[in-house]
T-cell receptor
Framework: AQRVTQPEKLLSVFKGAPVELKCNYS??????LFWYVQYSRQRLQLLLR??SRESIKGFTADLNKGETSFHLKKPFAQEEDSAMYYC?????????????FGSGTQLTVLP | DADVTQTPRNRITKTGKRIMLECSQT?????MYWYRQDPGLGLRLIYY???????NKGEISDGYSVSRQAQAKFSLSLESAIPNQTALYFC?????????????FGPGTRLTVL
């Protein structure tokens, strides 16, 4: 079975402060990990995926297989980063691939 | 722009009524999904379909049924709605030919069952 845990339901930081949204996963094989973001009154959209090793809107996330984590980080938070963030895992091989989502973290960046 | 659309966007209904939520996409994707979003629970998969002849149950399919009428259309039905089906419902698509599992979401349907 595959599981994604986001331990923080709510996270508040001040503008300009570093932010880290935690994500831990449980999966016995080689997972594909994603971060999705949902801004207020907007649809869920992909923020980044680990295989791309990219930085999007200043956010990065490194897959740590030893700790089974995929934490999302940004060195200097901005007010426009306030949103709901979901970590997601795709683990089943071949045509049966599905995404399992964590419960989400609501990030609020205070002025 | 290729898109994923959902109708209706909001619906209030009564216990016991039959409800259908519709999803259409112009992305040309093969795979379609239905999720529900509840506060504190994230998104949970209800049903998914990898092509017109393929329907699969997700994590929480009880009380729901689906129909894949065409590659571009995937409908979710609640045969007899109950209050704990009050939630935000999302449709999503992904491309079978893609090397990743990126999913593209619709705007959501807010369903309230009284």
């Amino acid at each position: 079975a595959q599981r994604v845990t986001q331990p923080e339901k709510l996270l508040s930081v001040f503008k300009g402060a570093p932010v880290e949204l935690k994500c831990n996963y449980s999966y016995s094989g080689s997972p594909e990990l994603f971060w999705y973001v949902q801004y207020s009154r907007q649809r869920l959209q992909l923020l980044l995926r680990h295989i791309s090793r990219e930085s999007i809107k200043g956010f990065t996330a490194d897959l740590n297989k030893g700790e089974t984590s995929f934490h999302l980080k940004k060195p200097f938070a901005q007010e426009e980063d306030s949103a709901m963030y979901y970590c997601a895992l795709s683990g089943l091989p071949g045509s049966a691939r599905q995404l399992t989502f964590g419960s989400g973290t609501q990030l609020t960046v205070l002025p | 722009d290729a898109d994923v659309t959902q109708t209706p966007r909001n619906r209030i209904t009564k216990t016991g009524k039959r409800i259908m939520l519709e999803c259409s996409q112009t992305k040309g994707h093969d795979r379609m999904y239905w999720y529900r979003q509840d506060p504190g629970l994230g998104l949970r998969l209800i049903y998914y379909s990898f092509d017109v002849k393929d329907i699969n149950k997700g994590e929480i399919s009880d009380g729901y049924s689906v129909s894949r009428q065409a590659q571009a259309k995937f409908s979710l039905s609640l045969e007899s709605a109950i209050p704990n089906q009050t939630a935000l419902y999302f449709c999503a698509t992904s491309d079978l030919g893609s090397s990743t599992d990126t999913q593209y979401f619709g705007p959501g349907t807010r369903l309230t069952v009284l």
